[in-house]
């Protein structure tokens, strides 16, 4: 049962901006790559094709400590900070070896998908059942 | 009919990249930001709610004559060059003033959405009366 | 002196991702183009070139309330919340019509440019001469 | 002497648009990470820090023949396919397994960094001289 999920990442061209460091809008989405990956590892896919569920962003942070710049290599660990019955809660760390990037923390809901609306439920079974919270709030080298 | 839209601009931050200018896959996303809005123009949404077809992009080119940079302020003018049985295709011009900036080419095709597959068909005919070529290669001033 | 900016936009296709809602992550980059655009209404521009001083983000966060769809019209609201010697706060509230869509708020530092590194400094005078804490929390109607 | 470069890549979430396909202009990027990766193959970095001298993207273009989905893995292959004195010009395929994506070609342009504008060069002699022309336009299985 996965709580967490460690990436190799590296930046690339077109996620820099014109102050020569990665725009802070990626930090957004490198999380979220780590997300689908600890997902994976689960034996899910987080977006399967027509499926009636779903998994809306509730609410996402981060406190940004140093900037990346092009071709940088970095980690990107996210564990599993809390599963409600509704919601799970991520913490995520960003670090370039010993150096610690960023720090960031996703909160997703479970919703069934209906016309024109998204209705909270309660996060299936079989799910819940795959992941299970991490024993610590940094990667434990 | 509307045959041609011009729409005006300004360069975004997360546009640009490392090099100070804007990324080159941006001029692809302003080409379809017109056409979207030159749809609009035609009464159309090109991607409506629960439609049955849609609009894959078949083919995307563009030549690229000057940088653009942060805030500036730049005109996206789109014609349609030829609409057939099954695609549309479009001439695009970017320019700052009198400067050229780009030139572009889009084609996209109708299709109808099958399981798995999509399937090319003719245009409907309530979509395509409502276009029209435009009458030069060129915004006219 | 600027305290707070409104910005109408409109939900541009290659924003939504395959749940057919707006990514979350392009909140960040709307609130950030409301940012740059009350920098412009009080006479600057963020990243102007050559400059020695530049303004990365400290932190930023984000509630979603509900979710936006391709050519949604929204609003962005953002409002200075708090401005301290080398720091500017920000809330930012997006909206469609009378619906609240997201809570966001941003912190950015002013930095010195040095070799390799950026070092905090105090906010120029003739900068935060410019700009002032909006009177509320939330967009006066 | 690299001549090609061949990438696997999987499709992110937020590559993907309401249509639920990859958005077409991601296909640019992906071009570009291959290309970035085939100069550090060649011992480069196409944008090291302080360099005087860029790498402007002259012209793009993608025949789109099958779409992406979240999560796809797909292979990008980059062949050179012509070095003139001042450019080079790339052929690029994307595939899933034996399935053909897309086929793409970009055309790049060495210029040195001048106040405010660009002036092409030759390329230097020792960059020339670390790549060759692919010996196909399409990968060798």
Same mark, same amino acid.
């Given at each position: 049962? @996965?709580? !967490?999920?460690?990436?190799?990442? &590296? ?9 020569? *460091? ?9 999380? $979220? $790559? +780590? ?5 994976? !590892? ?6 399967? @094709?027509?499926? $009636?569920?779903?998994?809306? &962003? ?7 400590? &140093? ?20 919601? *799970? ?18 909160? %997703? ?8 609306? /998204? ?6 079974? !079989? %799910?819940? +059942? ?6 610590? /709030? !940094?990667?434990?080298?």
């Amino acid at each position: 049962m @996965p709580s !967490e999920l460690r990436l190799r990442r &590296r930046v690339q061209f077109y996620e820099t901006d014109a102050a020569g *460091i990665v725009h802070f809008s990626w930090f957004f989405r490198y999380m $979220e $790559e +780590a997300e689908h990956a600890l997902w994976r !590892e689960a034996g899910f896919s987080i977006h399967p @094709p027509d499926s $009636e569920i779903g998994w809306p &962003r509730v609410a996402a942070s981060f406190d940004f400590h &140093r900037p990346l710049v092009f071709e940088d290599e970095f980690d990107v660990w996210l564990g599993i900070v809390e599963i409600t019955s509704k919601t *799970i809660r991520y913490r995520c760390l960003l670090s370039k070896g010993d150096t610690k990037i960023a720090t960031g923390s996703l909160v %997703i809901a479970c919703v069934r998908k209906r016309p024109n609306r /998204l209705e909270a439920i309660e996060i299936p079974a !079989e %799910i819940a +059942a795959r992941f299970q919270v991490a024993s610590s /709030l !940094e990667p434990i080298a």
